[in-house]
């Protein structure tokens, strides 16, 4: 999925820059450690973010806009058909 594609990206940046700030500030290369623990941390939040989105594949959601689309259409010509029967007179 493309959003969650950007979102594994966005938090494979987000690691970089904790392990180059890191670096910068203890002055050595964090250890294997820490980098796992970084690592476990922010795909703990990756899985938690995408389970607070219900996000679902652009197809679907395109059919589902088609799907509602018809629907409309339909009511709007029952709705017609409906206030052209009222005002025929021979009924």
């Known amino acids: 999925m493309e959003s969650s594609q950007s979102l594994k990206i966005l938090l494979d940046m987000l690691r970089e820059d904790l392990k180059a700030k890191l670096t910068a500030g203890i002055g050595t290369a964090p250890t294997a450690n820490v980098e796992n623990t970084i690592s476990n941390a922010i795909e703990a939040l990756r899985e938690n973010l995408l389970d607070k989105f219900e996000l679902v594949a652009k197809a679907d ?22 206030e052209a029967l009222e005002q025929d007179p021979k009924s």
Do not use: S
């Not at 059919?63 to 409906?82: F, G, V």
């Open 61 to 82: 959601y395109e059919a589902q806009i088609a799907l509602l689309e018809n629907i409309q259409a339909q009511l709007q010509h029952l709705e017609a058909r409906l």
